[in-house]
Every structure is written in C-alpha cells, then in structure tokens.
C-alpha cells in the first residue's frame, strides 16, 4: 500500500524527526510504501521579509530570529538535521506551500493517508487546520484515512467555528481516528463528533530501546560522556538555577547537547553560523540512553527517557501544552515525576520517587500492543 504521511514540517524539531523516522518504520514493517508530505508555510518574498524585519523595528517587537538567516547559514545550522532526513527518512514529496499544492496529491496514487502525530491538530502550528484533514481528498473515493496519534497538543479546543464545522465533516470519512492524549478522545467526540476515537501511544513509542540503540551502532555514535542530560525547549535562570543545583547535589557532570548558541542571543553571520548548529539527532539522541539522569521540558525528551529506562524530571510549559505529559505520565503511573513549581522541595521529592521500571515497561509494551492493532486494522 502507498501511503502518505501528513505531520507538521520536520524543521529543527527533533522529536518531530524522530516521530517520523519511527512511523516510516513500523509502516515498512507493515509491508508498506510511505512518503512524508512536506506541507510548509509560504516562504516570505525577500520583500515581504524586509518589510516584516523593518515593522517590527519600527513598533519595537523583537524580531523572529530565522528571518535573519541567509541561506547559507541556514544550511549550515541544520546541517545534521538534514543530513539525518536524507538518511532515515528520505522519502518526501515537493515542498507544498499552497491548499492547491495539497490537491496535486491526489494525482500520485495514494493508496491511504496517515495524519500524525506531533501536533498536527494544533492550529497555531499549521498552515491550514483543514488539510490536516484530508480536505484536499475529500472527494477522493477508495482513499483509506487514518489519524494516528494526532494532537490537539492541549486540553481545551483551540479551533475556530468556520474550521470546526469543516473538520467535523471531514472527520466522519476517516476509517480511523487515534489521538495521542487521553484528553484528545473527548475533544473528537465533543466537536468532531466521533465516539471511536482512540488513546495510542506516540509513533517514537512504537519502536524499542532496541531498536534505536541499533541506530547508534550503524552511526558508530560514541558514547556521551556526562551524567546529568538537560534538555530544556524554554530556558530561564531558574530552571538553569535547578538543574546546576541538582549536579551539584550528586556530583554529576551535566551536559545538554543543544546548539551553542541560541539564535536570537547574538547577531548570525557566516562566520560564527556554526556555533548555532543543531547536534546529530543520532548523538543527541544517545545522550538519553547513557545519561544518569534527564530534565527536560520535552514530551519526548521523557519519552526517550522512559524508554531508555533513565530517570527524569518533566518540567510542565502551559504555552507549549501540558496534556501531553499529563496524559502519558499518568497512563504509565509516573505522575510524580512532573513539575511545575521548582521550588526544592518539589524537587527534591520528585527526584527521590524510585521508578519501578519492570511495571512502567509491561504497560509500555502493553500499549504499544493496542497501538499497532490499530493500524493493523486499517491499513492491512
């Protein structure tokens, strides 16, 4: 079966990567061809640029660091992660940038299209809610369409009326709909009007500890030296503050495998653009399974963590959406592990709950169990 897939832009976005990556290869298990649809923004003109750059200037807002980006150190900043796109996933279809663009795909012979996961059902992320799902093959007959793990990203409904009642319309031709979050379930009934919906795993779930640790063989990835893996999204002195605080406490090294620099701290230029560079996902990725310890406040930075069987503290961000945690730590009874007060005595408790981590991978394997059902149910 030719199947597209339809996540958000896998940009500099690692657990976007890795979710991808991981989908491709449980659908090829499966005995199936997929290809990624490579849905975008319209790119800014160099004019429309420059007049974006020059408004924010002129009102004081600060201005979207990638705008300032030639090129050439473009490139350079996502060397690796492109690199990684061109080895694990490979399969893409043109660049899309407009709604017409997205009906093109009705002519390549897709067998069935597969939304997810990421939040791919958050609106702020995407170019137009609508084709993310199906809009454009809405007239399309034998066309089989699953949502598989897709995410509203929050609990709440965060889609306008014009585009709900579309989506509820289109909603009713999916065969199958998965969401990621137990929260997601009722949201589907409640405005899409679907009582089946589904609570499956995230796809990088779909795969083992295993199975990525054969990546590192393949990448001869060496080990990560370092106890303390921190992988903060939204920094701030207090999280600093809490994770120095905490290696200090055990003795540990920390480290963090990010860019050096963070765009937006320092002007970019040709010369110093590799200091802005994102690390190899394959080693960043590593830096999970030989951490002692992880704090992070990245739905699959806990998710690596658990998988790699390494204890964690989940640090809640409201703005980027907290169901997803809630929902994941709470299926695995790891609830304890999630804050949003640092205050240390929050902290402390957190990190002297033991895991039993016999029970949370039996519930793991058991859900990645009921996941693969799912799409063997309707793509076989």
Same mark, same amino acid.
């Given at each position: 079966?030719?199947?597209?897939?339809?996540?958000?832009? %896998?940009?500099?976005?690692?657990?976007?990567?890795?979710?991808?990556?991981?989908? *491709?290869?449980?659908?090829?298990? @499966?005995?199936?061809?997929?290809?990624?649809?490579?849905?975008?923004?319209?790119?800014?003109?160099?004019?429309?640029?420059?007049? =974006?750059?020059?408004?924010? *200037?002129?009102?004081? /807002?600060?201005?979207?660091?990638?705008?300032? %980006?030639?090129?050439?150190?473009?490139?350079?900043?996502?060397?690796?992660?492109? =690199?990684?796109?061109?080895?694990?996933?490979?399969?893409?279809?043109?660049?899309?940038?407009?709604?017409?663009?997205?009906?093109?795909?009705?002519? @390549?012979?897709?067998?069935?299209?597969?939304?997810?996961?990421?939040?791919?059902?958050?609106?702020?992320?995407?170019?137009?809610?609508?084709?993310?799902?199906?809009?454009?093959?809405?007239?399309?007959?034998?066309?089989?369409?699953?949502?598989?793990?897709?995410?509203?990203?929050?609990?709440?409904?965060?889609?306008?009326?014009?585009?709900? /009642?579309?989506?509820?319309?289109?909603?009713?031709?999916?065969?199958?709909?998965?969401?990621?979050?137990?929260?997601?379930?009722?949201?589907?009934?409640?405005?899409?009007?679907?009582?089946?919906?589904?609570?499956?795993?995230?796809?990088? @779930?779909?795969?083992?500890?295993?199975?990525?640790?054969?990546?590192?063989?393949?990448?001869?990835?060496?080990?990560?030296?370092?106890?303390?893996?921190?992988?903060?999204?939204?920094?701030?002195?207090?999280?600093?503050?809490?994770?120095?605080?905490?290696?200090?406490?055990?003795?540990?090294?920390?480290?963090?495998?990010?860019?050096?620099?963070?765009?937006? =701290?320092?002007?970019?230029?040709?010369?110093?653009?590799?200091?802005?560079?994102?690390?190899?996902?394959?080693?960043?990725?590593?830096?999970?399974?030989?951490?002692?310890?992880?704090?992070?406040?990245?739905?699959?930075?806990?998710?690596?963590?658990?998988?790699?069987?390494?204890?964690?503290?989940?640090?809640?961000?409201?703005?980027?959406?907290?169901?997803?945690?809630?929902?994941? %730590?709470?299926?695995?009874?790891?609830?304890?592990?999630?804050?949003?007060?640092?205050?240390?005595?929050?902290?402390?408790?957190?990190?002297?709950?033991?895991?039993?981590?016999?029970?949370?991978?039996?519930?793991?394997?058991?859900?990645?169990?009921?996941? @693969?059902?799912?799409?063997?149910?309707?793509?076989?």
């Amino acid at each position: 079966m030719k199947i597209g897939v339809l996540t958000l832009p %896998l940009n500099d976005n690692y657990g976007g990567l890795l979710q991808a990556f991981a989908l *491709r290869t449980v659908l090829r298990s @499966m005995g199936h061809d997929s290809i990624v649809i490579d849905r975008r923004r319209k790119r800014l003109s160099n004019i429309r640029k420059f007049a =974006s750059i020059a408004k924010s *200037r002129i009102l004081g /807002r600060s201005i979207y660091p990638k705008l300032l %980006l030639s090129e050439y150190q473009s490139g350079v900043i996502l060397k690796e992660i492109k =690199s990684f796109q061109k080895r694990y996933i490979s399969h893409f279809t043109e660049s899309i940038t407009t709604d017409g663009g997205m009906s093109c795909l009705n002519k @390549m012979g897709f067998d069935a299209f597969v939304v997810g996961s990421d939040q791919c059902w958050r609106p702020r992320y995407l170019p137009n809610v609508r084709n993310y799902f199906l809009d454009f093959a809405e007239n399309q007959r034998n066309i089989r369409r699953i949502a598989y793990a897709a995410s509203f990203g929050v609990s709440h409904w965060e889609i306008n009326e014009p585009d709900t /009642r579309a989506c509820r319309k289109l909603a009713r031709k999916f065969d199958g709909i998965s969401v990621r979050e137990d929260t997601g379930v009722a949201l589907v009934k409640k405005y899409l009007g679907r009582d089946d919906a589904v609570h499956v795993v995230d796809p990088t @779930m779909l795969i083992s500890a295993e199975q990525y640790m054969e990546i590192f063989a393949n990448e001869d990835a060496p080990r990560v030296s370092g106890d303390l893996k921190v992988y903060i999204l939204d920094k701030n002195q207090e999280k600093d503050l809490m994770t120095q605080q905490i290696a200090a406490r055990f003795g540990w090294n920390l480290f963090e495998m990010q860019p050096h620099k963070r765009l937006g =701290s320092e002007k970019v230029t040709d010369d110093n653009a590799g200091d802005f560079s994102y690390p190899n996902p394959v080693q960043w990725l590593r830096g999970f399974r030989d951490a002692k310890f992880v704090v992070t406040d990245s739905f699959h930075g806990v998710v690596f963590s658990i998988l790699f069987n390494v204890p964690f503290i989940a640090i809640g961000n409201v703005n980027r959406g907290l169901a997803r945690f809630e929902s994941l %730590l709470s299926k695995l009874g790891l609830s304890n592990r999630f804050v949003t007060d640092l205050s240390p005595d929050k902290i402390n408790d957190a990190i002297s709950q033991e895991i039993h981590w016999h029970r949370v991978n039996a519930i793991v394997e058991n859900e990645r169990s009921k996941s @693969m059902d799912f799409l063997k149910k309707h793509l076989q």
